[in-house]
C-alpha cells in the first residue's frame, strides 16, 4: 500500500513536472534545437509561417534585437487590407546560395496563394548558428511613416443619374460611353493564342470596359471565345489608353482565320482620385534570373489604395504592343510611400522592346470607384 | 289538302324564323380614332354584339331593329375592328379600320446625348406623330427641327413625314457646349439636349521646372483644335525618361491644366500625351 | 359478334384524342413563317445579323400574341412586345377575360418589306402583308371564323437582347 502510495506520488510529480516543461517553452526549445543545418532552420522558420505560428517563427530569428515581433508579421502577415492580408503561403523552396562552418546564404522562394492567384516573393536570407542551433537573420523590415497631414481633395468626381423605369419611348436618357479598340495583334506562344492591343477611352465621361474575342476557324465558325478577365484596365477615364490581354490556351495561329472583338463599356460613378506615379521604371532581371521591367508605384493622394495591379504593354519599334502583362503588389500603397512592383516579361520578347507604358489599377476599401 | 296545310304552315313558320333572323352588318369602311357611330339592324329579338379591336374587346346585348351605338372609347385604337351580331338564328358581321386623328404628340428620338464638336452627320434626329389616343399619324405632316447653340446660328430644317416618321442629321457645330435639338409640329414641340463635347486635346504642351528634389511639369491649358478646353478629369500622361529608368504620371485635367511632380533625376526627357493626341518633349538638366 | 375489350376502347380514344389534339399542338408550337426584303430599306444600311434578328423576333413575336389571345394570358406578350402594343393587347386580352371571349389566330405566313431604318438603329419600320385566318369565340362556340389577307405597318425597337415589336397597326392598304 505505502509502496502503490509513493509511486503514485513520483508518477504525479513528473506529470506535473513535465506540463510546466511544456508551458515555458521547453518543447519549442527542443523542436527549434533541432535546425541541424541551414536549409532545415529555413524550412522550419517557413513551416511556421505556413501555420501562422508567429511566436514560434519568431523564436527561430537569431536578430530579434533588431526586429521586433509586430514588425516580422506585419513583414509577412500584411497590412492595411493589403493582397497578402487575404493569402497563405502554399509552399516554398529553398536553395542555398554559399555557406560556411558557421554562416550560410540561402535563397527562398514562398510560393503565395492570394485572392487573385499565386504570387511568389524571393527573398535571399542569411542564416548563422548560434550555440549549436542554426537561426535565420531575417531583414529588418522599412516601413516608412506617414506623418500627419492634411490632403485636400479637388479631383474631379463623375456621378450618374440614369432615366427611370418607366419606358416613356424617346425620353432623353445618356448614352453609354464611347470607347475604341485602337490596337489588336495576335502573339503565339508554344502553349496557347494570346490576343492583345489597347483600348481607350474617346468619351468625355468614365466608362467601364471589358474586351471579348471571338477566333473563328477556317470556315467563319466560332472556334472559342475568351474575354480579358483582370488583363485589363476595367475603370478608363476620359482619354486613358488601357492594355488588354486575351488568352486562348491550346490554341495554334494556324487554326485561326480571323479574330471578332467586342468591347463593352458602360456608364459609372467614378473618382479622378488617386493619381499613381509609377517611378524608375526600367527592364532588369530577377533574382532568379528571368527578365521583368520593375519600378516604384508612389500613391500621391492621401487614402490608402489596399489592393494595386501594374498593367503594362511594351511596344516594338513601331510602336506595336507586342507583350502585356500584370502584377499584383501585395503591399498596400500608403500614401506617398514608394512600393515595388515588378511584371514579368519572356527573354525573347525583352530583346525586341523598345518602349513601355504601365497603367495601375487599384481597389480601395474606403472608395469603391 | 291535309300535306298542303302542312306545307303552308312550314313556310309560315319559316318566314317567321328568318324574321328573327339578323341582317347584314352595315359598318362605315373607315372612322377617326374617337369617333362614335351607329350601326344599323333589322329583324326583331335579343342578340349579342361583339367588337373586337387592336385594344379592347367588348360583349353586350342589344335589340334588333335598333342601332348599336358604338361609343367613342370603343374607337380610340388604329387599326382593324371586327363588329359581330350573334342571335338564335346565327352571327353576321363586318370589319372596319379606324385611323389616327390629328397629330398631338411627337416622339423624338435624338442620337448621340455627347457628340464631338465639328463632327458631318453627327447628330441624329427621328420623329414619330403620334394622335392624342398614340395612334401613329399616317397622313402627311410637317415637321421641323431646330438645333440652336449659345452663340452660335441657330440651324433649321423642315420635313414631311412619310408612314409617320420623319428624320434627320446635321453636323455639331465647331464650339463646344449644350445644344437644344427642337421638333414642332403645329403646337407640339418636343425638346431635346446633345452636349457638344471637345475632341482630342490639340498641340499639347508642357513646361518643366526644376524645383530642389523635384521638376513640376506643367501643361498649357489644354484646348482641342477648334479651340474649346478639354473638360476637366481627361487624362494626361507626362512621362519622364532618364539614364536610371522611366517615370510616368497619368494625371486628370484640374481647371483645365495637368500637373505632376516628378522626381529630380539628373538629365532628363519629359514628354506628353492625352488619348492618342501626343505633344512636345522638354528636355530638363541639358540643352532644351 | 366478338365483344370489343374495354381496354381497347380505352386506347383507342386516347389515339383518337391524342390525333385531334396533334394538329393544335402542332400549330401552336410551329414558328410563323416571315419573309423579309429590305431591299428599299433607307436611310440607314441594314446588316445580315440585323436582318436575321428581325426575321426571328418579328416571328416570335407572332407567335406569343397568338398565344396570348388564345389562352387569354397577357404575360405572353412580354418577351416581343413593348410600349403601346403591348399596353394595347395586354387590355384586348383583359376584356377577353373580362367577357369571356377568345381569338385564335392561325398564322399562314407574314412578306414583310422593311422600308426605315432610323440613322442611329434605334427604330425600324416593316410592312406586312399578313395571311390569318382569325377565329372567335364565345366559351366554347365560335361566332366568327374568316380568311384574310391583312396589311399591318410596324414599328420594331432594339431591346436588350432582341428587337420588340412597339406599334402593330392593321391598315386597309399600303
Given amino acids: 500500500m505505502k509502496t502503490l502510495l509513493g509511486l503514485g506520488i513520483i508518477i504525479i510529480t513528473l506529470v506535473l513536472v513535465g506540463l510546466q516543461w511544456v508551458n515555458s517553452g521547453g518543447l519549442t526549445q527542443h523542436e527549434i534545437r533541432s535546425a541541424g543545418n541551414p536549409t532545415e532552420a529555413i524550412e522550419a522558420l517557413m513551416q511556421d509561417v505556413q501555420a501562422k505560428n508567429w511566436d514560434r517563427a519568431y523564436a527561430r530569428l537569431a536578430n530579434t534585437n533588431d526586429i521586433e515581433k509586430p514588425a516580422f508579421i506585419r513583414d509577412l502577415a500584411g497590412s492595411y487590407g493589403s493582397l497578402r492580408t487575404y493569402s497563405s503561403l502554399d509552399s516554398f523552396d529553398v536553395w542555398p546560395l554559399r555557406a560556411t562552418a558557421d554562416q550560410a546564404k540561402l535563397r527562398v522562394n514562398m510560393h503565395w496563394s492570394t485572392a487573385i492567384g499565386p504570387i511568389d516573393d524571393v527573398r535571399d536570407l542569411n542564416v548563422e548558428q548560434k550555440g549549436g542551433n542554426w537561426k535565420v537573420d531575417w531583414p529588418v523590415p522599412k516601413f516608412n511613416d506617414v506623418p500627419p497631414q492634411v490632403v485636400p481633395v479637388n479631383y474631379l468626381r463623375w456621378d450618374i443619374i440614369n432615366r427611370g423605369p418607366e419606358d416613356v419611348w424617346g425620353e432623353q436618357n445618356v448614352d453609354s460611353p464611347q470607347v475604341k479598340i485602337i490596337s489588336m495583334n495576335p502573339v503565339e506562344r508554344p502553349d496557347r493564342l494570346i490576343i492583345l492591343g489597347e483600348i481607350e477611352n474617346e468619351d468625355t465621361v468614365p466608362a467601364y470596359v471589358n474586351v471579348n474575342a471571338t477566333l473563328l476557324d477556317q470556315n467563319q465558325n466560332p472556334l472559342s471565345q475568351e474575354g480579358s478577365f483582370d488583363k485589363i484596365s476595367h475603370t478608363l477615364l476620359p482619354k486613358q489608353v488601357s492594355p488588354y490581354r486575351i488568352d486562348f490556351p491550346g490554341v495554334k495561329l494556324s487554326q485561326v482565320k480571323s479574330v471578332r472583338m467586342d468591347s463593352k463599356a458602360m456608364l459609372i460613378p467614378a473618382s479622378a482620385d488617386p493619381v499613381i506615379e509609377v517611378a524608375g521604371q526600367q527592364i532588369a532581371s530577377d533574382p532568379l534570373g528571368k527578365r521583368i521591367l520593375k519600378g516604384q508605384l508612389i500613391n500621391q493622394s492621401g487614402q490608402v489604395v489596399n489592393i494595386a495591379q501594374a498593367l503594362a504593354a511594351f511596344y516594338d519599334a513601331n510602336g506595336k504592343v507586342i507583350w502585356v502583362s500584370d502584377g499584383y503588389v501585395d503591399q498596400a500603397l500608403l500614401p506617398q510611400t514608394p512600393v515595388s512592383f515588378a511584371v514579368d516579361l519572356p527573354d525573347d520578347v525583352a530583346k525586341r522592346v523598345q518602349n513601355s507604358h504601365i497603367t495601375v489599377n487599384h481597389y480601395s476599401v474606403n472608395n469603391n470607384s | 289538302m291535309t300535306r298542303t296545310f302542312g306545307f303552308l304552315g312550314f313556310m309560315i313558320a319559316a318566314v317567321l324564323l328568318r324574321g328573327a333572323q339578323a341582317a347584314d352588318l352595315q359598318v362605315p369602311k373607315q372612322v377617326v380614332a374617337g369617333n362614335a357611330f351607329s350601326i344599323p339592324t333589322s329583324g326583331s329579338g335579343e342578340a349579342s354584339f361583339y367588337l373586337q379591336g387592336p385594344g379592347s374587346a367588348s360583349k353586350r346585348k342589344v335589340q334588333l331593329g335598333n342601332a348599336i351605338e358604338v361609343a367613342e372609347e370603343e374607337t380610340r385604337d388604329a387599326g382593324r375592328y371586327i363588329a359581330t351580331v350573334c342571335s338564335s338564328d346565327g352571327c353576321n358581321g363586318a370589319d372596319f379600320f379606324v385611323t389616327a386623328s390629328g397629330p398631338a404628340h411627337l416622339s423624338f428620338l435624338v442620337h448621340p446625348s455627347r457628340v464631338p464638336v465639328a463632327t458631318n452627320d453627327a447628330i441624329t434626329a427621328t420623329a414619330f406623330v403620334f394622335d392624342k389616343f398614340h395612334n401613329l399619324v399616317l397622313q402627311p405632316v410637317k415637321v421641323e427641327f431646330r438645333v440652336s447653340l449659345k452663340d452660335a446660328p441657330e440651324v433649321a430644317r423642315a420635313e414631311t413625314t412619310s408612314n409617320g416618321v420623319a428624320w434627320m442629321s446635321m453636323n455639331s457645330s465647331h464650339k463646344g457646349g449644350l445644344a437644344q435639338v427642337t421638333a414642332s409640329s403645329g403646337d407640339i414641340l418636343e425638346k431635346r439636349v446633345v452636349q457638344q463635347v471637345p475632341s482630342d486635346a490639340c498641340n499639347l504642351r508642357i513646361r518643366a521646372v526644376r524645383t530642389g528634389k523635384f521638376i513640376n511639369v506643367e501643361t498649357d491649358p489644354v484646348r482641342d483644335c477648334s479651340g474649346n478646353p478639354v473638360p476637366d478629369g481627361t487624362i494626361v500622361s507626362i512621362t519622364q525618361v532618364t539614364d536610371k529608368g522611366k517615370t510616368t504620371v497619368d494625371t486628370p485635367i484640374k481647371r483645365g491644366v495637368a500637373k505632376a511632380q516628378l522626381p529630380e533625376a539628373g538629365n532628363a526627357t519629359i514628354s506628353v500625351a492625352s488619348g492618342v493626341a501626343i505633344g512636345n518633349e522638354v528636355r530638363v538638366g541639358g540643352a532644351q | ?174
Fill in chain 3, 1 to 174: 359478334m366478338r365483344k370489343i375489350s374495354p381496354r381497347l376502347c380505352v386506347l383507342l380514344a386516347l389515339a383518337a384524342g391524342a390525333f385531334g389534339f396533334l394538329p393544335m399542338a402542332h400549330a401552336a408550337d410551329a414558328l410563323p413563317q416571315v419573309r423579309l426584303n429590305a431591299d428599299k430599306i433607307a436611310p440607314r444600311p441594314i446588316e445580315e445579323l440585323t436582318g436575321n434578328n428581325i426575321v426571328r423576333d418579328y416571328s416570335l413575336a407572332w407567335q406569343s400574341l397568338a398565344e396570348a389571345m388564345d389562352q387569354n394570358r397577357a404575360e405572353l406578350l412580354d418577351a416581343y412586345f413593348t410600349g403601346f402594343a403591348k399596353d394595347r393587347f395586354s387590355s384586348t386580352v383583359a376584356d377577353q377575360k373580362k367577357n369571356g371571349l377568345r381569338t385564335r389566330y392561325i398564322d399562314h405566313g407574314h412578306n414583310v418589306q422593311a422600308f426605315f431604318y432610323s440613322p442611329n438603329g434605334d427604330a425600324m419600320q416593316l410592312r406586312d402583308t399578313a395571311q390569318l385566318e382569325i377565329q372567335l369565340f364565345d366559351g366554347s362556340k365560335m361566332i366568327r371564323q374568316e380568311n384574310v389577307t391583312l396589311h399591318y405597318l410596324v414599328i420594331m425597337t432594339p431591346g436588350a437582347d432582341r428587337w420588340e415589336v412597339r406599334s402593330l397597326e392593321a391598315v386597309p392598304n399600303f
